[in-house]
């Protein structure tokens, strides 16, 4: 490994679902021998797992922390308040690091060469520039997604937005490469508004437009699977590297180790009983069911969701990240559900995703289509129910189920009846048609992170252009 003095400083929006493929990312960059300071908000540095074992198995990846500003029992979802946090408090702490001389175990590091942060983290590129800094934007969505955004001004003088009517299966016409696939129900919420002034949608137009100030875009993203739109974007951008699925391309890399590093990235502890349970399960039985870190379930949800995973018959892994009882009020489990849950189900905070996914006797994946989780299903070959909730992941789960038909969607408003059924066509009725389209294309992202495939190929041009950049 070629020693360098260049050091990239990274910053992820401080959510779970975002914190995650850029460490990804920091310990790839690591492996090629770059230094890298990576910058957590001091709530998600305490919580993150492996610390340990990271900063020994990758000696030039090295963590700050700063300072959110918000109490210690906020919740830290992804809301108004974090979203001022980042400007108010974050951004000065931010910009203090990177004037500081940066150090790991007492000894100076190199000058920063360049930042790394979230698309969402916009106020980064003001602080870039402020310090004469380049800045190369990370987006943590699906391509798709992220092209829909750029186009909404677009969108917004062709008269597509607003929504002229109420229909809103309408397709939407004016984002190149998604014909056929994107309906007005799949934009995200902030679409859903009276007026193109809204400040919410102009929020969301302005964050975006933002990241074309950066010197280049990253995405965990397979070229392959979504040339199209790719091909649009890299109008709009001096270059863009795929090196999706990081997770798979960190595997890839640094091989057995990545299995001790299982559950790096995240911020919950995996729950080791329910590997135990998995192991008593027969091969390709079990739907796992997780909505990731920020959907929230109502009660009814709670009791819909249950019933449909009981009455489906086959055996589940669910996990809830909330107490489930605490959904509930006052009112008592009902008694079918606590025995069919003891009878083939298992219900948990928090699992290590990677390591379940893989695992024999899973069957499918009853998922909120957040990117990550999707890219993760997609390297383990696990068939999807999509049931997206928010952002993104309404486009992600037109990919999955309309483009590579390796999933079937599950409507909004779903009740016990229609998830029980969904779970019978994924896991019986539709399961080798299915199983089949994943397994093509699995073998495409597989293939995207194995030697001459595009994303090592991309990774190696990122590393290269790095090192060139002055230090
Ligand atoms: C958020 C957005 O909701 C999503 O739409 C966007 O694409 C990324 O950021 P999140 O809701 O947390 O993400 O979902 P997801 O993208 O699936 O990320 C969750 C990550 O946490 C996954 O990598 C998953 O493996 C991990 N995880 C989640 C665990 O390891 N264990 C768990 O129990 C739950």
Known sequence: MEKSQSHVVIFPFPLQGHIKPLLCLAELLCHAGLHVTFVNTR??????????????????????????GLPDDHPRTLGSELLIALKTSIKPHFKELLQSSLKANGVALPPPTCIITDGLVTFAFDVAEELGLPILSFDVGCAPYMWTCLCLPNLIEQGQLPFPDDDMNAEIT???????????????????????????LQFAIHETQTQKRASALILDTIYELDAQCLSHMATMFPKIYTLGPLHSLLHSQIGDISRLLASHGGLGKGDPNCMTWLDSQPTKSVLYVSFGTLVTLTRTQIIEFWYGLVNSGHPFLWVVQSDITSGLGENPIPIELEIGTKERGCIVNWVSQEEVLVHKSLGGFLTHNGWNSTVESIVAGVPMI???????????SR??????????????????????????????????????????????????????????????MLIQDIRNMPT
């Open 43 to 68: 709530h998600n540095h305490n919580r993150l797992a492996n610390l340990r074992a990271l900063s020994a198995h990758f000696p030039t990846l090295h963590f700050e922390s700063i300072l959110d």
């Open 386 to 396: 999509c049931w997206p909730y928010l952002g993104d992941q309404h486009i992600t």
């Open 399 to 460: 990919s999955v189920c309309e483009k590579w038909k390796i999933g079937l969607r599950l409507k909004e408003n779903c009740d016990r009846k229609d998830i029980e059924t969904m779970i019978r066509m994924l896991m019986e009725f539709k399961r080798g048609e299915i199983q089949s389209s994943m397994d093509t294309i699995s073998k495409v992202a597989c293939d995207s992170v194995a030697k001459g495939g595009s994303s090592n190929h991309n990774l190696e």
């Open 174 to 200: 004016g984002v190149p490469g998604m014909e056929g696939l994107l309906r007005r129900v799949d934009l995200p919420g902030f679409c859903r508004v009276k007026q193109s002034s809204h400040p919410a």
